[in-house]
């Protein structure tokens, strides 16, 4: 990263450009997160059917005396006299209340466990969540994916957008000298008395708005040239440029074969189809919840009246729990899971509708403008040589100067046409490339020389 330094004067290649906007995107950095986040709910519904392993300590202090006499028992230290037998005389002494069992003061004890938790049966709470937590991942890197797509896509508009702009802006300074040649072709004209004064005073006044169209170009590369480097999340100090032009390849294929691509590839609606995948699996946990849930417990506690490895003993345990009556917990739970994967489905038909719009129009765009690009090539030619011939007709005499105005005005319009039509095609042809998830740095090579933009 040592090159990306401002002051170092250096342009740089899309796909380098691409590596740096992901590295530098916000929304990449979101759609990571949330990649991250759902491979650790995986990890968390998979460790739910595993035995879990735990440790364990407590300190008590009771003059209860059934908890006291519960310490003693368990540190293995419980004595007859802890049962207030050292009051018993005999049988009459029967309804004596020994003063040691009911009141046998404060003590202490320290409780250390190790723990093992087994489950052995969730009616299938526990294999629905991860199957929709393994969904849920599979959304989140589709999702992921779609948007590293998006970042490739805006930096192309802001790289080949510089190209572009340095094209307006290397015919509106052609503008300017061919303004400064009429002017002094009116000028000579004039001192020859072949033309009239208004033809210098046209001729300078053509001269000013060449000059503050150009500086309006000027303006606008500039524009492009900042939004490109933060678009790479670099200072707007930065001397980085786009390296050479490029193009997008064109997706083959007809009409049919590319709706086809669209519905089976596209990771908006893979992703949308996974996440309802997700919703199904979440909404049958929920459901299965209901059922009844069987663990084993393996417990191995030390007690004594201080920290201390003593008195060992063992706990089996087989635990069932059943909820029979929630209050309505688990119905609102089944309720809010089966809204969600409505809602879901609801987004996935909106948005198949909506990419197959896209699908058609960016397909009939991308071939309109193709012939546009065609149709403005050749305007541009022909709108050149016939500026070329009026300006020739006028330094012989032969014409006037409102027609070497006339001829240049559409030259330039020609060329503006030019560069924004084959700006729209690169941009169209990518847009297409995207919806059926076919664009990527690779899909993006350097531009023929016929594919230019002017002057590139």
């Known amino acids: 990263m040592a090159w990306v330094q401002p002051g170092m004067a250096r342009p740089i290649g899309f796909q380098?450009?691409?590596?740096?906007?992901l590295r530098t995107s916000p929304e990449s950095a979101i759609r990571r997160a949330q990649v991250a986040s759902a491979r650790g709910?995986?990890?968390?519904?998979?460790?739910?059917?595993?035995?879990?392993?735990?440790?364990?300590?407590?300190?008590g202090r009771s003059n209860d005396p059934l908890t006291v006499l519960g310490y003693r028992l368990s540190e293995g230290e419980a004595s007859f006299g802890d049962l207030g037998l050292g009051s018993y005389t005999g049988p009459s002494s029967l309804d004596t209340q020994p003063g040691s069992l009911d009141n046998p003061g404060y003590a202490d004890?320290?409780?250390?466990?190790?723990?093992?938790?087994?489950?052995?049966?969730?009616?299938?709470t526990h294999a629905a969540e991860e199957r929709g937590a393994r969904a849920l991942l599979d959304a989140r890197e589709l999702h992921a994916r779609a948007s590293t797509g998006a970042v490739t896509f805006e930096v192309l508009r802001r790289y080949d957008g510089v190209h572009a702009t340095r094209a307006l802006l290397r015919a509106a300074r052609q503008a300017v000298r061919a303004a400064r040649r009429d002017l002094r072709t009116a000028r000579s004209l004039f001192r020859k008395g072949l033309v009239i004064r208004s033809d210098v005073l046209d001729a300078r006044a053509h001269l000013a708005e060449a000059r503050a169209r150009e500086e309006a170009a000027r303006s606008g590369w500039q524009d492009a040239l900042d939004s490109f480097r933060i678009a790479l999340g670099l200072p707007t100090s930065s001397r980085i440029t786009p390296g050479p032009a490029v193009v997008v390849r064109a997706p083959r294929g007809?009409?049919?074969?590319?709706?086809?691509?669209?519905?089976?590839?596209?990771?908006?609606?893979?992703?949308?189809?996974?996440?309802?995948?997700?919703?199904?699996?979440?909404?049958?946990?929920?459901?299965?919840?209901?059922?009844p849930r069987l663990d084993l417990v393996l417990r191995h506690d030390w007690n004594g009246r201080t920290p201390s490895f003593h008195a060992p003993s063992n706990t089996f345990l087989l635990e069932l729990r059943w909820n029979l009556y929630t209050a309505g917990v688990e119905s609102g739970s089944e309720s809010t899971a089966r809204a969600r994967r409505r809602k879901v489905r609801a987004e996935l038909l909106e948005t198949r509708r909506r990419l197959e719009r896209t699908l058609i129009q960016g397909d009939r765009n991308v071939r309109v403008t193709a012939h546009e690009v065609?149709?403005?090539?050749?305007?541009?030619?022909?709108?050149?040589?016939?500026?070329?011939?009026?300006?020739?007709?006028?330094?012989h005499g032969l014409g006037t100067l409102t027609q070497v105005l006339a001829a240049q005005a559409r030259f330039e319009r020609a060329q503006a046409r030019l560069v924004l039509s084959r700006y729209r095609l690169v941009l169209e042809q990518a847009a297409l490339r995207l919806t059926l998830d076919r664009f990527g740095p690779g899909t993006v090579i350097p531009a023929p020389s016929d594919s230019r933009h002017p002057g590139d």
């Not at 519904?45 to 407590?58: D, I, N, S, V």
């Not at 908006?268 to 996440?275: E, P």
């Open 16 to 21: 380098m450009a691409v590596s740096l906007a």
């Open 41 to 59: 709910r995986l990890t968390e519904a998979r460790g739910r059917r595993l035995p879990h392993l735990g440790l364990e300590w407590a300190a």
């Open 109 to 124: 004890n320290f409780d250390t466990g190790i723990v093992l938790d087994v489950p052995l049966f969730a009616s299938g």
């Open 254 to 291: 007809s009409l049919a074969e590319l709706h086809s691509t669209l519905l089976r590839d596209n990771p908006d609606l893979r992703s949308l189809r996974a996440r309802l995948r997700a919703q199904g699996s979440f909404l049958r946990a929920t459901e299965d919840g209901r059922g």
């Open 374 to 395: 065609q149709a403005s090539r050749l305007a541009a030619h022909e709108a050149r040589l016939a500026a070329h011939l009026v300006d020739l007709r006028y330094r």
